[in-house]
């Protein structure tokens, strides 16, 4: 995000013209409140429905007597800089009061979740990034930011970029998956599709990184929980992302909850001003998350509300997400000079900045004619390119006797409820998909011509129907369960102890198997599960993730063979829960786990992951073969021979990686380098070139330090993390 001359001008002739009271304004983000005839606070409602204090059905009626105030007092009198709506028109009617009847007319900025899609929603991204398409990464971006801006949402809350290497934690669904190379081009991808079509002011949207950082390190998987690590850690594997991210351009970022090494990333100035600001250079502003600067009074780090708000914004936290924090402590603290002016007008030019360089000032409204346009539904191309990115996201994890593709006239029984449920589709922090546009599985079969019959049976909540089980078993040629998590149980608070599938799902598994009938085992789900008995005991297992509104029809194009499955995992799978963390590109250890006793390992399950990052079948095979690898002065030129062995068309992620054999610092295993999606047709063969850089061989040292080292590496190529071909080379920079 970079301004002209003249854009950074007039930045400055408006901040010479504000009272400290508009400038905390800017720095002030609001959301609409909910007022009513409530005997307790808002905020103490919501925690009574989701604690079981009343039932939905009791907050639905006390609710249906609320009203919303949408503060525009305070955005008439300049209080107010960004505002969180999802209603075109009314944000319209705000930003109406913003730039007509406010004292300077400075538009709001307006922002809003959109992590993976708005109303076209397209995989969760621990999904998209199976897809290991970068082109489609930026597709699907694009076409957010064009849908979320027709709506008066200029500013994204996305992507979300943190590496997550603990399947318990609920917002694993939300990430890139485990690996800071692929992040950090997913973040990338991202940045460009959000923000690079400037073509006309209605096509892009400042994007919001989240959440800085190494939030997925969360202790245990727990949400909102400690995080410790070492400072080689966090630039090896949790910075990459945003750094590459704010080399793209990122607008904005929001700081993470939680804090690291027993300082609240909210106010922690080496994180927010060192690393960020100075170190990555990020132009735009930071953004708290939701009421994460009062929490710091809870963190222990702050005695009160106000002591909060001093520290996050000497540190170099520009706005305020919803606490008033800012709005009623900072103008005191200014003129006590415990916050210095200079703090106040860094944050608003950075905050006007954005502002400007979204065209906000020269057209701050959406036309109505482009409201009714998607008020009429979704265009053809946008739902295509849900169906597209879904077909690409699905992984064929094991294909058993080729039970795979299910032939045109077999008799399906399509079993679990989680099958015919149009509303479990898009998963986790999907907010403004309709019904409408959303395509169940059972729908999506019964589309493409299948000879489907369809039983609920059951599924991650409630009792099985286990008669109903056994009619699904009698009369069919093949069964297809579809089994997981509902979109609840992952995403934010969202963490869990145990991984495995939940309520009876497994006894479900069993009763089919017992049949004799073919057991086909369709996963919708928004984390890496335990499957260590599914894997051992199903001969089939399709894992789906919630793929978006088109889940449907691509699950049932690659059941039925009309897609050749392509997808990667982003994620290693555990065996059982009891592994995680559990990744691929984990530390050397002096003993590495085997079979033998006094090694890295468990007593009771696996040491290494079920399914690894990278791992993925198709309907067709590939081979490799002939791995060169020749130095030049600045790279490694690396080919590698792959040869499409099977009987159709396929499409392989031909996978890079790395290993720094010996330095001074224990280096992981393996790191991925690199990676190209590779279309072959039957039979078809193809050497495959990769260049990497030597300056990408090295790694950050505990002072933050990048070291390049000579000494002796391990080249590998190949379809996963595990089944590599590997070459050694000696270097010396």
Same mark, same amino acid.
């Given at each position: ?130 897809? $290991?398409?970068?082109?489609? +990464? ?5 076409? @957010?930011?064009? /849908?979320?801006?027709? &709506? #008066? *949402? ?125 170190? $990555?250079?990020?132009?735009? +502003? ?5 009421? @994460?600067?009062? /929490?710091?009074?809870? &963190? #222990? *780090? ?432």
């Amino acid at each position: 995000m970079k301004l002209t001359q003249e854009q950074k001008a007039f930045v400055e002739d408006l901040l010479s013209r504000m009272t400290l009271d508009e400038k905390i304004g800017q720095m002030n983000q609001e959301s609409p409140s909910i007022v009513g005839g409530f005997d307790v606070p808002f905020s103490e409602l919501i925690e009574m429905m989701t604690d079981g204090r009343i039932s939905q059905e009791e907050f639905g009626r006390i609710m249906s007597t609320a009203k919303q105030d949408f503060h525009e007092d305070d955005i008439r009198a300049g209080l107010v800089g960004s505002q969180m709506v999802n209603d075109p028109r009314q944000n319209n009617a705000l930003q109406k009061i913003a730039v007509e009847e406010s004292r300077l007319g400075i538009p709001l900025i307006i922002g809003f979740d959109v992590i993976h899609g708005f109303r076209s929603v397209f995989p969760i991204a621990i999904g998209e990034a199976c897809s $290991f398409d970068d082109a489609l +990464f930026e597709e699907t971006a694009h076409m @957010a930011a064009a /849908e979320s801006r027709a &709506h #008066g *949402i200029n500013w994204n809350f996305a992507p979300m970029i943190d590496a997550a290497r603990d399947s318990r934690w609920g917002r694993v669904s939300e990430g890139p998956g485990e690996d800071p190379l692929l992040g950090s081009r997913f973040a990338r991808a991202k940045i460009r599709g959000l923000q690079n079509d400037r073509s006309s002011a209605l096509n892009y949207v400042a994007a919001c990184t989240k959440h800085y950082v190494a939030y997925g390190a969360c202790e245990s998987g727990r949400d909102y929980n400690t995080t410790s690590m070492s400072v080689s850690n966090l630039y090896n594997v949790y910075l990459p992302a945003f750094r590459a991210a704010m080399e793209e351009g990122a607008a904005t970022v929001m700081a993470a909850f939680n804090d690291l090494n027993g300082v609240p990333c909210t106010v922690n100035r080496w994180l927010l001003r060192d690393i960020l600001k100075k170190e $990555f250079g990020l132009d735009g +502003f930071v953004v708290s998350d939701a009421n @994460a600067i009062r /929490e710091c009074v809870i &963190h #222990g *780090i702050a005695e009160d509300d106000a002591d909060a708000g001093v520290q996050a914004a000497l540190a170099g936290m520009d706005m305020d997400m919803g606490t008033h924090i800012y709005k009623d402590c900072l103008k005191a603290a200014v003129e006590q000079g415990t916050v210095p002016m200079a703090v106040i007008d860094e944050a608003v030019r950075r905050i006007l900045s954005v502002k400007v360089w979204l065209g906000l000032f020269e057209n701050p409204y959406v036309p109505e004619e482009l409201i009714e346009a998607y008020e009429k539904g979704l265009p053809a191309e946008h739902v295509a390119l849900c169906r597209k990115a879904a077909e690409e996201s699905v992984v064929l994890l094991k294909n058993e006797g080729n039970l795979l593709p299910i032939k045109r006239g077999q008799k399906i029984s399509l079993v679990g409820k989680l099958a015919g449920d149009a509303n479990e589709v898009c998963g986790a922090w999907a907010m403004a998909w309709k019904p409408e546009d959303c395509v169940s599985i059972q729908k999506g079969l019964e589309a493409a011509g299948a000879e489907v019959k369809y039983y609920p049976c059951g599924g991650p909540e409630g009792e099985i129907d286990f008669s109903e089980v056994d009619r699904a078993a009698r009369d069919c040629d093949v069964i297809v369960a579809v089994v997981g998590e509902t979109c609840a149980m992952s995403g934010e608070a969202s963490s869990k102890a145990d991984i495995s599938l939940p309520g009876g799902q497994r006894a479900m598994l069993q009763a089919l198997l017992a049949s004799g009938k073919p057991v086909v085992t369709v996963l919708m789900n928004g984390r890496p599960l335990a499957l260590g008995w599914e894997a051992e005991n199903l001969p089939v297992i399709l894992e789906a993730w919630h793929l978006g509104i088109r889940m449907g029809d691509a699950v049932a194009s690659v059941l039925l063979g009309d897609v050749n499955p392509s997808g990667k995992l982003s994620s290693s799978f555990p065996s059982v829960t009891g592994q995680c963390p559990v990744y691929y590109n984990h530390p050397s250890t002096g003993r590495p786990g085997s079979k033998s006793k006094f090694t890295s390992r468990y007593l009771d399950a696996p040491w290494d992951s079920l399914f690894p990052f990278g791992h993925g079948l198709s309907y067709t095979t590939f081979a490799y073969d002939n791995l060169v690898v020749t130095e030049n002065p600045d790279a490694l030129e690396i080919s590698v021979s792959l040869k499409n062995t099977g009987g159709r068309e396929g499409t392989e992620v031909v996978q890079l990686y790395m290993q720094d054999v010996s330095a001074s610092l224990v280096r992981p295993v393996k790191e991925l380098k690199d990676y190209q999606r590779v279309t072959l047709a039957p039979g078809e063969e193809k050497t495959v070139s990769f260049t990497l850089p030597k300056a990408a061989m090295g790694f950050y040292d505990n002072a933050g330090q990048y070291r390049l080292e000579n000494g002796l590496f391990r080249i590998f190529a190949g379809g996963s993390s595990r089944d590599c071909l590997m070459q050694e080379i000696r270097l010396a920079f």
